[in-house]
T-cell receptor, first 113, second 116 residues
Framework: DAGVIQSPRHEVTEMGQEVTLRCKPI?????LFWYRQTMMRGLELLIY????????DSGMPEDRFSAKMPNASFSTLKIQPSEPRDSAVYFC???????????FGPGTRLTVL | AQKITQTQPGMFVQEKEAVTLDCTYD???????LFWYKQPSSGEMIFLIY??????QNATEGRYSLNFQKARKSANLVISASQLGDSAMYFC?????????????FGQGTRLTINP
């Protein structure tokens, strides 16, 4: 079975550009999570969805960040405009809503110059 | 609020020895779950083991076991017979188990190095 799929795996962009990260959760999972990992702050939850509905977006750092889940098999995390401090690895994870473990994708390493 | 503390930034262990990675937690939730994830140098996050706060027995998964001491609020990971492939970052995490509470809170991690 395919795991969580993220694209791109690596993204290098210049400050001010729009960045879109994509995620396809495991088929049948109805919860989706976006995390950010940095050396300074570790792993932090940005936002999560249940049944395509955003439940908790308190971790989204500011208005430059937005996330959507138009259907059960696709989600995007958008940063506009991007800044160098957004450089991090962004993980998408999915789970069955009542299950215990979250399954992580391989991550997108974002570098903003 | 929930908090996870991993006090060992790094550990070095000889191959085939057992290793214990420490994790303490703080929460006001009456029901919660504790998790361990492994992150090798390739970067992916791999789920290892889960312990529910009301589970009577410590969780085990192959060479991994979780030493859960509820009164001390600790959930240490024990890896038996360590292997070179166990070298990685290890993260302890928790979440409440109330309806809708799916947010995972992670510790800062412990970097484990297995020496041949």
């Amino acid at each position: 079975d395919a795991g969580v799929i993220q694209s791109p795996r690596h993204e290098v962009t210049e400050m001010g550009q729009e960045v879109t990260l994509r995620c396809k959760p495991i088929s049948g999972h109805n919860s989706l999570f976006w995390y950010r990992q940095t050396m300074m702050r570790g792993l932090e939850l940005l936002i999560y969805f249940n049944n395509n509905v955003p439940i908790d977006d308190s971790g989204m750092p500011e208005d430059r960040f937005s996330a959507k889940m138009p259907n059960a098999s696709f989600s995007t995390l958008k940063i506009q405009p991007s800044e160098p401090r957004d450089s991090a690895v962004y993980f998408c994870a999915s789970s069955l809503s009542q299950a215990n473990e979250q399954f992580f994708g391989p991550g997108t390493r974002l570098t903003v110059l | 609020a929930q908090k996870i503390t991993q006090t060992q930034p790094g550990m070095f262990v000889q191959e085939k020895e057992a290793v214990t990675l420490d994790c303490t937690y703080d929460t006001s939730d009456p029901s919660y779950g504790l998790f361990w994830y492994k992150q090798p140098s390739s970067g992916e996050m791999i789920f290892l083991i889960y312990q529910g706060s009301y589970d009577q027995q410590n969780a085990t998964e192959g060479r991994y076991s979780l030493n859960f001491q509820k009164a001390r609020k600790s959930a240490n990971l024990v890896i038996s017979a360590s292997q070179l492939g166990d070298s990685a970052m290890y993260f302890c995490a928790m979440r409440g188990l109330l309806q809708g509470a799916q947010k995972l809170v992670f510790g800062q991690g412990t970097r484990l190095t297995i020496n041949p």
